[in-house]
């Protein structure tokens, strides 16, 4: 029971996020969110709800500073992968997408949900983890017009980066306002919340992979061979 603790009061211990946003500020948020937008597999979203509870809790930053860099991060990083997914083309993201995650229920996954809803899962995937990292990747291959892909792209980094970040300051706000048993306790049930989402989006991940291989059998946009 200690060692558990112990671990929870090192998650909210505020050391590492000092070290790590004093010396590099809100660029390392800018960064890390532009790179996973083009593919990596990075923490973007852990690190703007870190940095947002940084703030709310050392007031060594400020929130409207990490909204902004998570916000240009998005934008820059999704643009970024819209031109990669664009010269590359389904093929290449194909052959070598595994290597990065993109395996080809994955590939299939994105295409399934691209081509049926265009647009509007520019905006929505910016919320799911999977497709965050791919879809800009996706909608380059899949040829979607730049401008519409623009609206949707940046609709969805304000968004999401200012919507996460504002709620996770709120959070922080009010996680520095209690201490001792009360903290590491809510805390706690912080982070099984957090468990129960992440088990809900697997899940349904798992559904629409099953769901994008039975319409691929009988979709002929589908299976015509990649660009």
Known sequence: MSVLLHALESIFSLDYLTTLFTRYGYGVVGVVVMLESMGLPLPAESLLITGAIFCATTHKLQIEGIIVAG?????????LGYLLGHYLGLGLLRKHGPRFGLTPERLLLGRYVFLKHGGPVIFFGRFVAILRMFVAILAGANRMPWHTFLFYNALGGVFWAGGYTTCAYLLGSEIAKLSGWLAVG????TLVVIGVLFVFIKHNEKRLTEEAMKAAEQDEQLKAPLP
């Open 186 to 189: 809510f805390g706690a049930a």
């Open 71 to 79: 916000v240009t991060g998005a934008i820059m990083g999704d643009n």
